[in-house]
């Protein structure tokens, strides 16, 4: 890095930031420097602020390779704010302004260009790149290159190409998930064998770690219902299918009583958009959606995040878990965990991943497929997909992974798809050797998912501290100390200080009793059949547990209300169940200490409320992280430079700003300048209702923020702000 340049200087120039947050310093100098470099730095933290700031140091033209549309135009608009000049180039932008734009970058207007990664795939593109100095190449979101990772783009296999094509100096990879496998497979992709790696905590302290034990949907549904009511603010509900998220939806609204929307691919783009922008806005307070709902969302004040259904991986679940509170202040991380989401999660890596014959078939229906020119002269092969699935017959998700894999292996050639989603490419000749080489690579990767749902399933099982499995996952040998660290941890201090109450009922004792059964057995046993056993059932395949000391004891008992209290003792935390195709049932640590003392069971409790108290204390304080905000704004500081000082985001600062003039703490006149504040004012007039914001937003300039507008809404109506008279109490607290 030239000696010359004074980058705190620089930050405070182009983004009036008064200091970096960690890492994004060492960051910057490694690619100022000329190294290439991998940055692993969790989500809110500033990725996107190195390599921006990097651009602008740097002489040349940076090109920025990112997955996300909608985080794209977000991230040139802030740019342009700041009078950066940036674009973004992808399949949303229509064919005459992408030839604008391609045109003004071979002009050397723009410092920051933004593509998304089939833009490699285009000749158009890439021809325009030959007249342009590119000085600088980021790989955002980098993990999407890795089969190892959770999210593999087959598209940015092309990137390595690009950069020894290009002889492109410089390149910088983000991500914010990456075990050392992947960030050893990103290393290998990109050929960054000399690589800079900064490797910034995975440990979330203010978010709780919980897993709730389900057996049945009807326990989930119960279960959520319960959560919901007694929890207060913003949150997202993750299911597996587009299905049980609509459902999930309706449940909530019209059960529960809490406006939710769903969210899936299955939707129409404008209808995705609109649900988006109102959570976003902070005018739905929640969404119930697929993985869909994932890169680009950052809302700060999210209080939750409840997985329904078990994802995949870890690094999966991890990442969408960590949408949770953002703005720093106690949040929840929620699992459900139920055996039947593992045996289908098992059942789709069994079926989803193409036989050598099948990937024959693929590769053979693509050669078949009618010759057509294209303009850079290559022959390339075009079909829709349900022309692929129909005459292979094979199911949809298998052809993708068929074709990924024939990408990957270079037996194919993708081009960016033509309107209405026909697939382009260009076949090559695939011999038997490179067949039996592809399909080794399929088993290869079916077995390592297959890997990455048992991590994902031991962390749902484990009795151990769940924040320290997370980071053993992830590698990082940093501290896992947390306020409320997990359920069980927060189970393990109960026991130490609770003195156990005998008990005395006769439904305490028959608690007492289905724990001692499953206790005795020398083998697991599922749910059922521990119910036949307890209620004494004479079939035959029962005959073999009579000698069981328990064997019949709740014979007065009718079956389905033993198997509702074996229900009641895993939703409560005494029971889990382990397995997939065939669960069985086993005693939990918080179950064995009931069983050792003899202690009574009250069936109505679920995990943590014992905790209640500690989380509110926890809020409490966590207050007074909003009046520093407070503080650090009447000392002169503008939002901007109080989340730098903080390594917070801006929205989050906002948000404790918005939460302080309700409380009467601070005046609007401090935060939003009086210029703006009458624009907001007469869209509000103009618009007639505070009860949305998207609608005063579309009356406003770009240049006016959400922010901004909840301000002025706060100053309004402070007591719209449903969290307002909570952090009331803790404006008691005295500033940290």
Same mark, same amino acid.
């Given at each position: 890095?030239?000696?010359?340049?004074?980058?705190?200087?620089?930050?405070?120039?182009?983004?009036?930031?008064?200091?970096?947050?960690?890492?994004?310093?060492?960051?910057?100098?490694?690619?100022?420097?000329?190294?290439?470099?991998?940055?692993?730095?969790?989500?809110?933290?500033?990725?996107?602020?190195?390599?921006?700031?990097?651009?602008?140091?740097?002489?040349?033209?940076?090109?920025?390779?990112?997955?996300?549309?909608?985080?794209?135009?977000?991230?040139?608009?802030?740019?342009?704010?700041?009078?950066?000049?940036?674009?973004?180039?992808?399949?949303?932008?229509?064919?005459?302004?992408?030839?604008?734009?391609?045109?003004?970058?071979?002009?050397?207007?723009?410092?920051?260009?933004?593509?998304?990664?089939?833009?490699?795939?285009?000749?158009?593109?890439?021809?325009?790149?030959?007249?342009?100095?590119?000085?600088?190449?980021?790989?955002?979101?980098?993990?999407?290159?890795?089969?190892?990772?959770?999210?593999?783009?087959?598209?940015?296999?092309?990137?390595?190409?690009?950069?020894?094509?290009?002889?492109?100096?410089?390149?910088?990879?983000?991500?914010?998930?990456?075990?050392?496998?992947?960030?050893?497979?990103?290393?290998?992709?990109?050929?960054?064998?000399?690589?800079?790696?900064?490797?910034?905590?995975?440990?979330?302290?203010?978010?709780?770690?919980?897993?709730?034990?389900?057996?049945?949907?009807?326990?989930?549904?119960?279960?959520?219902?319960?959560?919901?009511?007694?929890?207060?603010?913003?949150?997202?509900?993750?299911?597996?299918?587009?299905?049980?998220?609509?459902?999930?939806?309706?449940?909530?609204?019209?059960?529960?009583?809490?406006?939710?929307?769903?969210?899936?691919?299955?939707?129409?783009?404008?209808?995705?958009?609109?649900?988006?922008?109102?959570?976003?806005?902070?005018?739905?307070?929640?969404?119930?959606?697929?993985?869909?709902?994932?890169?680009?969302?950052?809302?700060?004040?999210?209080?939750?995040?409840?997985?329904?259904?078990?994802?995949?991986?870890?690094?999966?679940?991890?990442?969408?878990?960590?949408?949770?509170?953002?703005?720093?202040?106690?949040?929840?991380?929620?699992?459900?965990?139920?055996?039947?989401?593992?045996?289908?999660?098992?059942?789709?890596?069994?079926?989803?991943?193409?036989?050598?014959?099948?990937?024959?078939?693929?590769?053979?229906?693509?050669?078949?497929?009618?010759?057509?020119?294209?303009?850079?002269?290559?022959?390339?092969?075009?079909?829709?997909?349900?022309?692929?699935?129909?005459?292979?017959?094979?199911?949809?998700?298998?052809?993708?992974?068929?074709?990924?894999?024939?990408?990957?292996?270079?037996?194919?050639?993708?081009?960016?798809?033509?309107?209405?989603?026909?697939?382009?490419?260009?076949?090559?000749?695939?011999?038997?050797?490179?067949?039996?080489?592809?399909?080794?690579?399929?088993?290869?990767?079916?077995?390592?998912?297959?890997?990455?749902?048992?991590?994902?399933?031991?962390?749902?099982?484990?009795?151990?501290?769940?924040?320290?499995?997370?980071?053993?996952?992830?590698?990082?040998?940093?501290?896992?100390?947390?306020?409320?660290?997990?359920?069980?941890?927060?189970?393990?201090?109960?026991?130490?200080?609770?003195?156990?109450?005998?008990?005395?009922?006769?439904?305490?004792? *028959?608690?007492?009793? =289905? /724990? %001692?059964?499953? $206790?005795? &057995?020398?083998? !697991? #046993?599922?749910?059922?059949? @521990? +119910?036949?056993?307890?209620?004494?059932?004479?079939?035959?395949?029962?005959?073999?547990?009579?000698?069981?000391?328990?064997?019949?004891?709740?014979?007065?008992?009718?079956?389905?209300?033993?198997?509702?209290?074996?229900?009641?003792?895993?939703?409560?935390?005494?029971?889990?169940?382990?397995?997939?195709?065939?669960?069985?049932?086993?005693?939990?640590?918080?179950?064995?200490?009931?069983?050792?003392?003899?202690?009574?069971?009250?069936?109505?409790?679920?995990?943590?409320?014992?905790?209640?108290?500690?989380?509110?204390?926890?809020?409490?304080? *966590?207050?007074?992280? =909003? /009046? %520093?905000?407070? $503080?650090? &704004?009447?000392? !002169? #500081?503008?939002?901007?430079? @109080? +989340?730098?000082?903080?390594?917070?985001?801006?929205?989050?600062?906002?948000?404790?700003?918005?939460?302080?003039?309700?409380?009467?703490?601070?005046?609007?006149?401090?935060?939003?300048?009086?210029?703006?504040?009458?624009?907001?004012?007469?869209?509000?007039?103009?618009?007639?209702?505070?009860?949305?914001?998207?609608?005063?937003?579309?009356?406003?300039?770009?240049?006016?923020?959400?922010?901004?507008?909840?301000?002025?809404?706060?100053?309004?109506?402070?007591?719209?702000?449903?969290?307002?008279?909570?952090?009331?109490?803790?404006?008691?607290?005295?500033?940290?």
């Amino acid at each position: 890095m030239p000696a010359s340049i004074d980058l705190k200087a620089a930050l405070a120039r182009h983004f009036s930031f008064p200091g970096f947050r960690p890492g994004q310093q060492q960051a910057l100098e490694y690619a100022l420097a000329g190294h290439d470099t991998l940055v692993v730095m969790p989500t809110g933290h500033g990725k996107s602020l190195i390599y921006q700031l990097a651009a602008l140091l740097r002489p040349g033209t940076t090109l920025v390779i990112s997955p996300l549309i909608s985080l794209m135009k977000d991230q040139v608009d802030s740019l342009a704010q700041r009078d950066i000049p940036a674009t973004l180039i992808n399949s949303s932008i229509p064919s005459a302004q992408q030839s604008q734009r391609l045109r003004a970058m071979m002009q050397g207007f723009f410092k920051i260009v933004l593509v998304s990664p089939e833009r490699l795939r285009s000749q158009t593109f890439l021809s325009a790149l030959r007249h342009v100095s590119i000085d600088m190449l980021v790989v955002d979101e980098a993990h999407c290159l890795s089969q190892w990772g959770h999210n593999f783009r087959p598209d940015y296999l092309h990137i390595a190409e690009l950069r020894r094509h290009f002889k492109i100096p410089v390149i910088l990879a983000l991500t914010a998930t990456a075990t050392q496998k992947v960030q050893d497979d990103i290393v290998d992709l990109l050929k960054l064998s000399q690589a800079k790696r900064l490797i910034t905590g995975f440990n979330r302290p203010n978010l709780s770690l919980e897993v709730f034990s389900t057996p049945n949907e009807r326990a989930k549904l119960r279960l959520l219902n319960d959560f919901l009511i007694d929890t207060k603010g913003a949150g997202i509900v993750y299911a597996g299918t587009r299905r049980d998220v609509e459902e999930i939806a309706e449940f909530i609204s019209q059960v529960v009583g809490i406006p939710a929307r769903p969210y899936h691919a299955g939707m129409e783009a404008d209808e995705r958009y609109h649900v988006q922008e109102a959570f976003m806005a902070g005018d739905l307070p929640l969404v119930v959606a697929t993985n869909a709902f994932g890169m680009g969302i950052d809302r700060p004040d999210v209080r939750f995040v409840l997985h329904y259904s078990v994802p995949g991986s870890l690094e999966a679940y991890y990442q969408e878990a960590g949408r949770a509170g953002r703005d720093g202040l106690p949040a929840r991380a929620i699992l459900l965990y139920a055996p039947p989401d593992v045996a289908l999660h098992e059942y789709f890596l069994e079926n989803d991943h193409p036989t050598a014959r099948e990937l024959k078939w693929v590769h053979q229906f693509v050669m078949d497929c009618e010759d057509s020119s294209r303009s850079d002269g290559r022959v390339q092969k075009a079909f829709f997909w349900d022309e692929l699935t129909g005459a292979t017959g094979i199911p949809g998700v298998k052809a993708k992974v068929a074709l990924e894999q024939l990408e990957a292996a270079h037996a194919l050639t993708r081009f960016p798809n033509q309107p209405g989603n026909m697939i382009c490419v260009q076949a090559h000749d695939l011999d038997a050797p490179a067949l039996k080489k592809i399909t080794a690579q399929v088993e290869t990767f079916r077995r390592h998912k297959q890997a990455m749902l048992l991590r994902m399933v031991d962390y749902a099982l484990t009795s151990e501290c769940r924040r320290q499995s997370i980071l053993d996952y992830f590698g990082d040998t940093g501290s896992a100390q947390a306020p409320i660290c997990c359920d069980n941890c927060l189970a393990q201090e109960q026991e130490q200080k609770t003195s156990f109450r005998k008990a005395s009922s006769q439904f305490e004792k *028959a608690a007492l009793i =289905v /724990l %001692q059964t499953i $206790a005795d &057995l020398s083998f !697991g #046993l599922g749910r059922r059949k @521990i +119910a036949l056993i307890l209620n004494g059932s004479k079939a035959k395949a029962v005959a073999r547990f009579t000698a069981v000391r328990t064997y019949g004891r709740l014979a007065h008992l009718r079956l389905k209300d033993i198997e509702a209290l074996i229900d009641q003792l895993q939703v409560t935390g005494y029971l889990k169940a382990t397995g997939s195709k065939r669960p069985f049932l086993v005693l939990t640590p918080i179950g064995k200490s009931a069983l050792k003392a003899g202690a009574a069971i009250p069936i109505d409790l679920r995990p943590l409320q014992e905790g209640a108290f500690r989380r509110e204390k926890a809020a409490q304080q *966590a207050g007074a992280t =909003v /009046l %520093q905000s407070g $503080a650090m &704004l009447k000392n !002169g #500081l503008t939002p901007e430079q @109080i +989340a730098a000082e903080r390594g917070l985001t801006v929205n989050t600062i906002y948000s404790h700003l918005s939460l302080l003039i309700a409380a009467g703490e601070i005046h609007l006149d401090a935060v939003v300048p009086e210029a703006i504040q009458r624009q907001i004012q007469a869209a509000i007039e103009a618009v007639g209702t505070l009860e949305r914001l998207a609608p005063i937003k579309e009356r406003l300039p770009e240049s006016i923020s959400y922010n901004q507008i909840r301000c002025v809404v706060a100053a309004r109506e402070p007591r719209r702000q449903a969290s307002a008279p909570r952090i009331s109490i803790a404006l008691q607290a005295d500033p940290v």
